[in-house]
């Protein structure tokens, strides 16, 4: 019954910033994994980023390596996914994800709980 929270979607002109956030409304344990997916219009759901909880190892799409930062803050439940150099690709509706064990990231089936997501859209 843990409920996500995004935030921080927006427009931003390419070349530009976004900072993502999610809250979980529970406390999330030392075993979860968290992530990032979005999905554009027509597009099936794929992977951006992910992050282990207790040891705080992350993954990444190629496609956004080096401009995306996944990150968290346990004390605060929170993930964040720091977005820069945005291109219009990367429009798409941002969700995050949460799920009670670690392991690979990248799948979105292995992930139980989403949040409603948020609208970024990179203008060019």
């Known amino acids: 019954q843990v409920q996500l929270v995004e935030s921080g979607g927006g427009l931003v002109q390419t070349g530009g910033s976004l900072r993502l956030s999610c809250v979980a409304s529970?406390?999330?344990?030392?075993?979860?994994?968290m992530g990032w997916f979005r999905q554009a219009p027509g597009k099936e759901r794929i992977f951006v980023a992910g992050?282990?909880?207790?040891?705080?190892?992350?993954n990444y799409a190629d496609s956004v390596k080096g401009r995306f930062t996944i990150s968290r803050d346990s004390a605060k439940n929170t993930v964040y996914l720091q977005m820069n150099s945005l291109k219009p690709e990367d429009t798409a509706v941002y969700y995050c994800?949460?799920?009670?064990?670690?392991?690979?990231?990248?799948?979105?089936?292995?992930?139980?709980?989403w949040g409603q997501g948020t609208q970024v859209t990179v203008s060019s």
């Open positions: 994800a949460a799920r009670p064990f670690s392991g690979l990231l990248r799948i979105p089936s292995t992930y139980n709980t």
């Open positions: 529970e406390r999330i344990l030392s075993g979860s994994a």
């Open positions: 992050i282990t909880w207790s040891g705080s190892t992350t």
